[in-house]
């Protein structure tokens, strides 16, 4: 498929759901309440402190422009919304000049994770515009601007500083090791200088995400990492599957080296065990029955049996799946890009699938997509989005 097709296709896709929205979901969904009362109180001019939120209120003062010249509009700033995921998609999409364009740009415009994220008042479409821009600009190699907009994401949401970090490890690599400073800084000084004032925030305030609720604080939960990989194995699965016969030929290669298969069968089979044990999933926001990301969870949190069964699930499925994407994907790429998620994905204690929306869209742009794996998964995602979307307008749970 043409690049303008597939853009066609993109633009049609979140243009069904504002619509569907539009007609058939008027009221607020979920936190968007909050966020509406951090813009309305921007754009209305009223005084004191804005509402709390986790996040600085970038989003929000520019939301609350349209806000006010749409006559105090829900439905303006959810085209806002939907408007940003379709530049930032389309940025990711096109960031690599390669024949997988056109798949990258219906893949990603059907990704269930976005959805309903792409046409709600959240942050994530501002979050997915600003580090799409920053991934265009850094594989086309203009490293000023993308670390310009990585840290404009940062502003977006501050966790976001782990990736820019991460485009800063790209952007220099192959000059690190022999260190050619000249190159390296000429390259990345502005991601140095993004981190260095994140670093100089977190001494001033104590914490990179100031504020005062304790459900909203950062911190380890070992469910994250667990939702994660079974996340990943559901929606990627097709993927893995047209790739059987080549996993074979990894294990027989990891099974010749026998240290590499020895130490990984030593972690899987400690984490299989363990984590029955250390699990602890203790945010009261995951205990909501409202949300159907939470079922797994629940189930684990009443049954050591559960834990232990999708503990082995996860292992067993991630080494198929994870495995999968590594033959997709060069190693000098694949473990950047696992190392980065993983330490995303540490400090969020809340366990909440939309925050695998950018490392799942940075694993996809970076693997290559031949054409029968594509349609399967193209269809996958494109069942399990509308579903989702349905659900959500007869007031149903989504991830």
């Known amino acids: ?130 580090v799409g821009a920053g991934v265009f600009f850094h594989f086309r190699k203009h490293y000023f601007l993308s670390g310009a907009f990585l840290i404009l994401a940062c502003l977006v949401r501050q966790s976001n500083l782990i990736w820019l970090a991460y485009f800063a490890l790209l952007a220099s690599r192959g000059y690190l090791v022999p260190f050619k400073a000249k190159v390296v800084l000429g390259r990345i000084w502005i991601h140095l200088a993004g981190m260095g004032a994140a670093v100089a925030w977190v001494l001033a305030q104590g914490q990179l995400v100031k504020t005062q609720d304790k459900e909203l604080a950062q911190g380890f939960n070992p469910a994250q990492i667990l939702i994660f990989v079974l996340a990943t194995i559901l929606l990627c699965f097709p993927l893995a599957y047209t790739e059987g016969r080549r996993l074979k030929q990894v294990l027989k290669h990891m099974v010749r080296r026998r240290f590499r298969w020895i130490l990984f069968g030593a972690v899987a089979v400690s984490s299989t065990g363990l984590f029955p044990i250390l699990y602890d999933n203790t945010h009261p926001w995951n205990q909501d029955l409202d949300f159907l990301r939470n079922y797994p969870l629940l189930a684990m949190d009443a049954s050591w049996g559960w834990r232990f069964g999708l503990s082995v699930l996860a292992v067993i499925g991630g080494l198929w799946v994870f495995g999968s994407l590594r033959l997709r994907m060069t190693p000098r790429n694949f473990a950047p890009w696992i190392l980065a998620t993983l330490v995303f994905l540490l400090p969020h204690r809340l366990v909440e699938p939309r925050y695998y929306i950018i490392p799942l869209m940075l694993m996809l742009i970076q693997i290559d997509l031949p054409k029968r794996a594509t349609r399967k998964l193209a269809a996958w995602w494109l069942a399990v989005s509308v579903a989702i979307c349905v659900s959500v307008i007869r007031n149903g749970p989504f991830w």
């Open 1 to 130: 498929m043409t690049h303008i097709r597939a853009l066609g296709v993109l633009a049609a896709s979140l243009l069904a759901w504002w619509v569907s929205l539009t007609l058939f979901h008027r009221d607020l969904i979920v936190d968007e309440w909050i966020h509406l009362s951090v813009i309305d109180h921007f754009a209305k001019g009223k005084e004191g402190l804005a509402p709390e939120i986790p996040m600085l209120p970038t989003y929000h003062w520019v939301a609350a422009l349209i806000y006010k010249v749409s006559g105090f509009s829900l439905t303006a700033l959810r085209a806002f919304s939907a408007a940003l995921s379709f530049a930032g998609i389309a940025l990711i999409a096109l960031a690599r000049q390669d024949k997988y364009v056109g798949a990258r740009l219906i893949l990603l415009g059907w990704f269930p994770l976005l959805y309903p994220y792409v046409g709600l008042t959240y942050t994530e479409a501002a979050a997915i515009a600003t």
